[in-house]
Structures are given as C-alpha cells and as structure tokens.
C-alpha cells in the first residue's frame, strides 16, 4: 500500500516515505534532522499498535503536521474516532487514488494556511507591557525574537539581571507552535544539584528518604511545550551532563528509575554570566554550551536603551495609577532628565520599582524630580570633556576609560564588550591584565 501511495503521489510533487512499523514513524517526526512533514497518511488497522492510538499521539508530538487516516468501507464510527482523536481527514478503502491527491492536497493547504494565520497573529501580538522599545537594540531584539520564535531551536538569552529574559522567553513560546502548551520556569540558581536533578526529571517511589511517592519532573510537565531554563550558569558542575545527555538522546530517567523516558521540549536557556569566560575558567562545560548557544539572544541593558527609559517610565506611570487610584498622568521635565541621567544598574525591574515609588509618593499629576529616589536625584552623569587649556590626556588613559565605559554599558560581560570594540577576547583580557598591573 506504501509503494501504491507512493507511485501516485509522486508524480504530483509529493516526496513519499513509507513505514510498516508506527513506532518508526514516530521516531522519524519526533528526529531534529527529519525534513518538514506537510502530511501524515495512516491506515486505522496496524499492526501492534491501534491507529487511533498513533493519531492521537501525533496530533500531540506534532500539532502542526495534519493526519489523513484510512478507514474501512462503510465505518463511518471509525471516521468519527479518528476526527475526535484529532485526524484532519479520512479516506475509505478502497482507496481512490484520485481523491486521496485532493485529500491530500486540501491537508497541504489547510496546514499552509494554518501556518499563515499563526504568522500573522504573531507578527500583530503587542510586546509584553515590559517590553516596549523603539531603540535599536531593541529593534534588533524583537526581530530575532520574531524569527527564532517558529523554529523549534534552542535560544540562549544573555543580558544583565533585570533586562527581562524571563518576558523574551514566554514572548517567544507564545509565537511559537507551542503556544498552546505549557511554559514552565524554573531558576537553576534556586535548588543545589541533587534537588535540581529530581525537580527536572522526576523521582520515582523510594528513590531519596522523603520520596514517598512518585513525581514528574519539569521536562513531563513541559511536554510538547517549553522548558525555561533560567540562570543555567548557575547550574552545579554535577548536573550538567545530566542535563547535556537529556537534551541530546531527548529522553530522561527520572531519579531512582531503571527506564528513559522520550520528551519533547523545546529549551529556552538565560543567563546574565559570561558563559564563554565560564567555558574557558571550567565552570561551564563546553559541549552544554554548544548545545544551549544555538542562538544567542542578548538583551541590551536600559542604560543603553535611550529614550525607551521614558516609554516604559510612562507606562509604569499608568499602571500604579491606575492600581493605586491617583491622578498620576506623567512624568515632569526635570524628573524625566534625571531618568535619562541615571544608569540603572537594576535596570528595567528598578525603573518599576523606582516608578511605583514615585507613584505612590507624589502629591501632583506628575511624577516630581523630589518624587524619585536619592540616588537617582543626586546622580550625576559621567561625561569627558577636555577644555583647549586642560592637559591632554594620553591615547592610553583614553583606551583605559573607553574600555571601562563599554563593560559598564554591558553589564562586565567581557564577550559582548570585545565585540563592541572591535577586539578578539584574549586581547582583551591582555589589555584589562595591562591596565591592572598599571593600577598596582
């Protein structure tokens, strides 16, 4: 039957694989290097397995992939089964090799147009209420979140505490095809080793003193949805490779148990560490890195966002207006300057909590320069200025200040600030193990 449908359908553009047995065929979907599948074929009656059963399990590995499934002359209740089970069409036998190509055909497109739909209402999705930005890192920001979010890869947000990698992640699983499934969070940095290891792949009965019962882990509850991985360089050296291994076989052994169990999540990672200095000081292994950095998202901190101090300023404005009841409608002047001033080491989670404040406290529609906090009043910001009759700095003293200036703007990240200036790491590091030695 495989050869049959596969000597019809090729003719008419169709690339055709066939499979006798239902577990290869699953495997092959669930496999990264298998070829995009616009449509799967089945027949009802299998053998080993019920064909229900393997279109359920389809409908919910690969959501996307529509199931045309073949059903015996006349049954229209096995046609009802299979629709409930989630198949998009089905076709009695015998086949009818011509309006099997129309079946097939209507699949392709319902799947294309599916797939469009989705597109659309992500591109028109508003950013959440923390990501507003027009500056251009963040123009960049959300066009590699646009273009990452329908694969299926694996994404490494970088950036300092506070940025807002825990938004870009669930920004990213809810334009992804996995929307319709769970997000869930977890903080590497939170749980020592042992603890992690049983809160990602679950324990069974009796594995550890207080297992009194069995428990999935967090890669079971993220099944056919996304696993965040917060702060992974914070994860203890031990449970790395346990980790690297999930992710290459895409199975997990729960703590205590003899069997692998197949997952299929996709992993979102975050860090505000400098993994490849991590990688280098053998604190991080490098096979992990390679497997997590597929792409790498990073995300600029507020001081080197401009002006998007104050769109997102103003929107904290409304928000604890509107939840504290005050007629609070903006931000003055002066008040606004001194926003732009500040450099926000805490960056957008200190903007909110320095706006809630200066909600709270104003006795005005607008947000007072008294209003904010101390250390935002009395900031003064740091610029270089030489008068025509100040002594001239030497190139030197102006690298040293320069080099400092771009690892304040990101964060010590030491990777992004060899980026920055156009330098390769080790020089660097040379230049930084100069300018201390200068200092002692």
Not at 1 to 23: C, D, I, Q, R, T
Not at 299 to 306: E, I, Q, S, T
Not at 399 to 426: F, M, P, W
Request: proline share 5%; glycine share 8%.
């Amino acid at each position: 039957m495989g050869e049959l449908v596969g000597g019809a359908m090729g003719p008419k553009g169709y690339a055709v694989e066939a499979f006798s047995e239902p577990e290869h065929a699953l495997e092959t979907l669930q496999s990264p290097s298998q070829p995009d599948v616009a449509v799967l074929l089945t027949d009802l009656q299998l053998e080993g397995k019920s064909g229900l059963d393997l279109c359920r399990r389809i409908c919910e590995l690969r959501p996307d992939v529509p199931v045309v499934v073949v059903t015996a002359f006349g049954s229209m209740e096995s046609a009802v089964a299979a629709i409930r089970a989630g198949a998009y069409d089905f076709i009695a036998k015998p086949i009818d090799l011509q309006e099997l190509g129309l079946i097939l055909q209507r699949a392709v497109r319902h799947r294309e147009l599916t797939r469009e739909v989705h597109r659309l209402r992500s591109a028109v999705l508003p950013d959440p209420e923390d990501m507003l930005g027009s500056s251009a890192g963040m123009r960049q920001v959300f066009d590699l979140m646009s273009r990452v979010a329908t694969s299926d890869a694996t994404v490494l947000i970088t950036g300092e505490s506070g940025t807002g990698k825990e938004l870009v992640a669930k920004a990213i699983h809810g334009r992804s095809g996995r929307s319709h499934r769970a997000f869930v969070p977890v903080n590497c940095a939170a749980m020592p080793g042992t603890l992690l290891e049983s809160e990602l792949f679950g324990h069974t009965k009796g594995a550890f003193t207080d297992a009194r019962s069995a428990r999935e882990g967090l890669f079971q509850a993220a099944q056919g949805g996304t696993l965040f991985l917060d702060e992974i360089g914070e994860m203890p050296m031990e449970m790395q490779p346990k980790l690297l291994r999930a992710l290459q076989d895409r199975a997990i052994r729960p703590v205590g148990g003899d069997a692998e169990m197949p997952v299929d999540v996709r992993i979102l990672a975050a860090t505000h560490r400098d993994l490849e200095a991590q990688v280098e000081a053998g604190t991080f292994r490098e096979d992990l890195f390679y497997r997590i950095n597929v792409v790498q998202l990073p995300l600029p901190p507020l001081r080197a966002r401009g002006n998007d101090v104050l769109l997102l300023a103003q929107k904290f404005v409304r928000k604890y207006a509107s939840k504290y009841g005050k007629p609070v409608t903006g931000v003055s002047g002066p008040a606004a300057q001194k926003l732009l001033d500040y450099e926000w080491p805490g960056n957008v989670r200190e903007l909110e909590n320095c706006m809630e404040r200066a909600v709270t406290l104003t006795r005005f529609d607008q947000v007072m320069v008294d209003d904010l906090p101390e250390k935002v009043q009395r900031y003064q910001a740091a610029h270089l200025v030489i008068a025509d009759d100040a002594p001239l700095p030497t190139l030197e003293d102006l690298e040293r200040r320069y080099i400092h200036k771009v690892l304040r703007a990101v964060g010590g990240n030491k990777t992004q600030a060899a980026k920055v200036l156009g330098l390769d790491r080790k020089t660097l590091y040379r230049k930084l193990e100069r300018i201390e030695e200068e200092r002692a």
